[in-house]
C-alpha cells in the first residue's frame, strides 16, 4: 500500500491538504463532488428521434453494389441516436439490413439478445436459428436470443430488407459480451418447422390484432404482446392506432424503439414532432411523454426494455401530459 499514512491524513492541516492527499490514493470526498450522483428524476439524454426507410434503402441498395458479405459479417445501417455515436437508446440499438438473391450471411452467435421485424421480402428469404430454417416475409418478426447460432440467406428474386433490434449497449454497459463465429462458416439446416418460438407470422398477428380491435370496446388503440416476453431483456408488441385517433399520452420509466409495420402518422415526444410512414423507425427513450397519432390507421411494432427495468424494480409509470 503506497501513498501517505493514516496518521498523515488524520493529521491533514486543511481541507486542501486532505483533498490534495485523498487524490494520491484514488478517493474522492463525497460532500465535495461538484457533480451530485443522485437526482430527483431521470436526466432524459436520449433524444426521440426518427429514421427514413426510403433514405435506409437507398443506401443499402448502394452497399449492395460496392460491399458484398465476404467483406461485411453483416450489410447493415446502425441507427445513432443524436445523444451518441453508436446506441438507439441507452440500452437498445437498432438498424437496417439487407440481403441480396443468392446471398448467404456467415452464421455467429454472441450474448446480446437480437431480432428482426421484416420490411420487404421475397418468398426464400430466411434466418436460420439453431439449425431450424424460419421464412421471412414482411410483417414477420424472427428471434435471436443470447447465444443462439443464427445465419441469414436469399433465395429469392428480390433483395430482403429487415429491421433489426439488439441489447448490445446494455450488454456492453454490464461487459458480458462474448462472440464466436460457426466453426462451418454456414450453419446446417436441420430442421424446417411449421411453428416456432423464434418466429412470429404476420398472418397470425393480423388474426390477432382484429380479434383485440374487435373486444376494444372503441379503444384508439389496440396492443399484443408477442412472446410472455419474447426475450429476457425486451418485451416486443404489435400496436394497431384507429384512423383519426390518438393514443392516449404515456410516460413510462422504459425504452422504447418503434418500427411502423403500416400506415403514417405522428409521433409527439417530449415536445418533438416525429412524422412516420410504413418502415420508419422511432425511438422514445425512457421516461419522456409520448402519444402516437395516424389519420388513416397503422400498426408500430414496438421493442422495450422494459423486462430489464421490471426486474430491476425500475418500471414505473408517470403522469404523462397530453
Known amino acids: 500500500m503506497s501513498g501517505p499514512t493514516q496518521q498523515q491524513l488524520a493529521q491533514s492541516g486543511s481541507l486542501d491538504d486532505l483533498y490534495a492527499q485523498l487524490g494520491t490514493i ?3 470526498a463525497g460532500w ?3 457533480t451530485p450522483s443522485l437526482w430527483p428524476e431521470p436526466k432524459k439524454t436520449f433524444k426521440p ?8 434503402k437507398g443506401a443499402l441498395d448502394a452497399a449492395g453494389r460496392l460491399i458484398n458479405t465476404e467483406l461485411a459479417e453483416r450489410r447493415n445501417l446502425v441507427l445513432h441516436n443524436p445523444a451518441g455515436d453508436y446506441a438507439t437508446s441507452r440500452t437498445i440499438v437498432a438498424a437496417y439490413q439487407m440481403i441480396m438473391p443468392g446471398e448467404k450471411a456467415r452464421s455467429h452467435r454472441h450474448t446480446p439478445n437480437a431480432l428482426r421485424l421484416i420490411l420487404d421480402a421475397d418468398p426464400g428469404a430466411y434466418t436460420i436459428v439453431n439449425g431450424e430454417k ?3 416475409l414482411p410483417g414477420d418478426v424472427v428471434l435471436t436470443p443470447n447465444w443462439c447460432w443464427h445465419g441469414h440467406g436469399n433465395e429469392g428474386r428480390a433483395c430482403a430488407y429487415w429491421l433489426d433490434v439488439l441489447d448490445v449497449p446494455l450488454v456492453q454497459l454490464l461487459e458480458p459480451m462474448f462472440f464466436e463465429p460457426h466453426p462451418e ?3 446446417t439446416e436441420a430442421v424446417v418447422p411449421t411453428n416456432s418460438p423464434m418466429h412470429f407470422g404476420w398472418a397470425e398477428t393480423q388474426r390477432r390484432l382484429a380479434e383485440a380491435e374487435a373486444k376494444s370496446n372503441g379503444a384508439a388503440h389496440v396492443e399484443i404482446a408477442l412472446g410472455e416476453p419474447a426475450l429476457d431483456t425486451m418485451a416486443l408488441s404489435m400496436l394497431k392506432l384507429k384512423s383519426g385517433r390518438a393514443t392516449a399520452a404515456r410516460q413510462v420509466m422504459a425504452n422504447s424503439v418503434f418500427g411502423v409495420v403500416q400506415g403514417s402518422g405522428t ?6 414532432t416525429l412524422t412516420w410512414r410504413r418502415g420508419d423507425v422511432i425511438v422514445v427513450p425512457a421516461w419522456q411523454s409520448h402519444v402516437h397519432h395516424s389519420n388513416d390507421g397503422a400498426v408500430l411494432f414496438r421493442v422495450t426494455d422494459e423486462p430489464v427495468m421490471a426486474k430491476l424494480g425500475f418500471l414505473r409509470e408517470g403522469a404523462a401530459k397530453q
Not at 267 to 272: F, L, S, V
Open 49 to 56: 428521434y426518427s429514421w427514413s426507410y426510403a433514405q435506409a
Open 26 to 28: 484514488r478517493m474522492g
Open 185 to 187: 462458416e454456414f450453419e
Open 267 to 272: 409521433t409527439e415526444a417530449d415536445g418533438e
Open 134 to 136: 424460419l421464412a421471412m
Open 32 to 34: 465535495a463532488k461538484k
